[in-house]
Every structure is written in structure tokens, then in C-alpha cells.
């Protein structure tokens, strides 16, 4: 059925490759033993997860795998993709399998590699597990036996089998990360800081705005009174330019790339929040994941933190009650 999306338990494409790899070495590690050593950047630059001995019980405790198991990971953001798509297995010079099966002939022909397995969260048919397979096998001498491909219904099955695994990683149903484009903010800050040094005094920030008051706010949102202070004591100075700032006809665009940006995070923290942890960590987790994703913003890192709480100090996101005079 076109656009039909299959439900699973768990945003595997919500999960960034990180907690992706660390998703898949914990699976591995049941499967083969406790001695599967992490991902590690090789000499090429390919990123392998590696197991040398007997495996405890795949793909069976009768006939388990021996030898140098080398193990891949493969994420992708989109919850749709399969195995067969062109751009993950077709013959292209482009595609992710055509760029690993070299890797993986050398490392076979060097004798660092009996066996390989590769885990994705993409849907993975039979006809394509088979095709795959016997490409792999071909274009490197690896007998199908010793190679596994696992999509996103294997590594369910493994979750449901081994349920521990979701707690060690730290992953909940449908709980995905908060993930959020920094472009927007970037544009914001970049502009801020040209600005800045031309900017005119600005008037008191606490200046007949009407806004939930701080106090409130934090209580309605669980934003901890250090943390409240931190805002308070380092970062309030910053508001009234800001606030001056975005309030310049000049600026109209940049004032649209803030609302944008607010609006964006606004909703991503109620997905991900939902009262479940203190609104420090929310604001925690929002700026390091902001810093990981921009160059810009981690070259202006004091101006992305008084951005952010400005827009939590505004009301812009986090919880309010109706407005008052602060």
C-alpha cells in the first residue's frame, strides 16, 4: 500500500548513529558474547564492530559462527527505506554496499575476516536478503553461510528476545531523541553577532513585557532554581539587546528564522518532554544537540545558550499559564 509506514516499537531513525552503533554492539553482544569490541575508525575511515572467537548463539548455539566476525551498522533517518533501495544495494559506484564490499574482500583476503554481518534499520525482504547475499558473496569470496544481514524486523525480534538490551542503551518506546534542525537558530545567531557590537543600549528587559512570570514559569515547568539562577545571574543582561534586536523593522526576516526555530522547538520538546524529566535537562540536551549539528553555533556558544533561554525566559517554548506582567 503506498504510503503505508509499518509501526514498529522503537524510532530506530529518531536514534542518531551513535545510539544506533551502541543499539547494535548490546544486540551483538548477546548474540556473540561479552568480548565484542565497539566501533572503531579504521585506516580507511569505515567504522566496524568486531568479535574474535566462538559466538555464544548465532546463528545457532549447535552451529555457531567462528573466527574474525566483523560487524557494520548502517543508519538511516528515514522510517521507509528498505535494503533493496537503489541508493543502499544497487550496483552504483554511490551506493553504501558497493562503497563497504571492497573493504570487506580485503579484510577477507588479509585473513582478518571469517564472517560478516551488517545491521540496518531499513525493512529487508526475502528476495532482497537473498540478492544481497549472493552479491556479497560473490564480490568477496565469503561463502553465504558466513554472512547475515539483520534489517529493522530482526533487530525487533532480537529487542523481544533480549530485553534488557533497550535498557543498557537507554532507548524507550517511541521515544525519539529530541532532534531538531539548528539552520534556522544559526541564521539568528550569525546575525546577532555582526549586530551586536552596533547595537544601541538597550532598555530594561523587565519593561512592560507581558509573559508568565519567571518564577512561575519554572514552577510549571520543573526548571530547577540553579539553574534558574544560572539565567538569571549570567545571561539576563542579554536579553534587553536581543529582545531589541529582533524587534527592529530591519530584522523582520531574522525575526521570522526565531519564530521558526521557536515553534520547531517548541513542539519537538513536548514530543519528547511530556513532564517526564526536569526542563534543565531539556534545555541541556536541546544545546548540545544544537552545538552537534551547526559549526556556526559551536563557534558561538554563549550566544546559543542566552538564545535558547531568552526563548524559554519569552515563553516562547516550555509551558506558560496566561500572561502576566513580569
Known amino acids: 500500500m503506498r504510503g503505508f509506514v509499518v509501526q514498529y516499537r522503537y524510532a530506530y531513525h529518531d ?5 544506533f552503533e551502541q543499539l547494535v554492539v548490546a544486540i551483538c553482544q548477546e548474540l556473540f558474547g561479552p568480548g565484542v569490541q565497539e566501533f572503531s575508525t579504521g585506516p ?5 564492530a568486531r568479535f574474535c572467537g566462538v559466538a555464544l548463539a548465532f546463528p545457532s548455539s549447535s552451529q555457531p559462527w567462528k573466527g574474525i566476525t566483523v560487524i557494520q551498522a548502517k543508519h538511516t533517518e528515514s522510517p521507509i527505506e528498505k535494503f533493496s533501495e537503489s541508493g543502499f544495494s544497487s550496483k552504483a559506484k554511490s551506493s553504501v554496499l558497493s562503497a563497504e564490499l571492497p573493504r570487506i574482500k580485503h579484510l577477507y583476503d588479509k585473513g582478518h575476516l571469517n564472517n560478516y554481518i551488517l545491521f540496518s534499520n531499513r525493512r529487508l525482504g526475502a528476495e532482497a536478503n537473498q540478492a544481497i547475499l549472493d552479491r556479497i558473496s560473490t564480490e568477496t569470496g565469503l561463502n553465504t553461510a558466513s554472512i547475515h544481514l539483520c534489517g529493522i524486523e530482526g533487530i525487533e525480534r532480537h529487542l523481544k528476545t533480549y530485553r534488557r538490551i533497550a535498557q543498557v542503551v537507554d532507548i524507550s518506546p517511541l521515544e525519539a531523541p529530541l532532534r531538531v534542525s539548528p539552520d534556522e537558530l544559526a541564521d539568528v545567531i550569525i546575525a546577532f553577532a555582526k549586530a551586536q557590537s ?9 519593561t512592560k513585557i507581558e509573559r508568565t512570570r519567571f518564577d512561575e514559569k519554572n514552577q510549571i515547568n520543573g526548571l530547577t532554581s540553579d539553574y534558574a539562577d544560572l539565567i538569571q545571574k549570567r545571561f539576563l543582561k542579554h536579553f ?12 523582520e526576516t531574522i525575526l521570522e528564522r526565531y519564530q521558526e526555530a521557536a515553534l520547531e522547538f517548541s513542539a519537538k520538546i513536548i514530543e519528547y518532554n511530556q513532564g517526564k524529566v526536569p526542563f534543565d535537562r531539556v534545555l541541556g540536551y536541546l544545546f548540545e544537540r544544537l552545538l552537534e549539528r551547526d559549526v556556526d553555533l559551536r563557534a558561538n556558544r554563549r550566544l546559543t545558550r542566552a538564545l535558547l533561554y531568552y526563548m524559554y525566559w519569552n515563553c516562547d517554548i516550555g509551558k506558560s499559564k496566561d500572561a502576566t506582567p513580569d
Open 44 to 48: 580507511d575511515g569505515g567504522r566496524d
Open 240 to 251: 534587553g539587546a536581543i529582545r531589541q534586536f529582533l524587534g527592529e523593522p530591519a530584522n
Open 15 to 19: 536514534l542518531y548513529d551513535k545510539q
Open 198 to 206: 552596533n547595537l544601541p543600549p538597550a532598555e530594561s528587559i523587565a
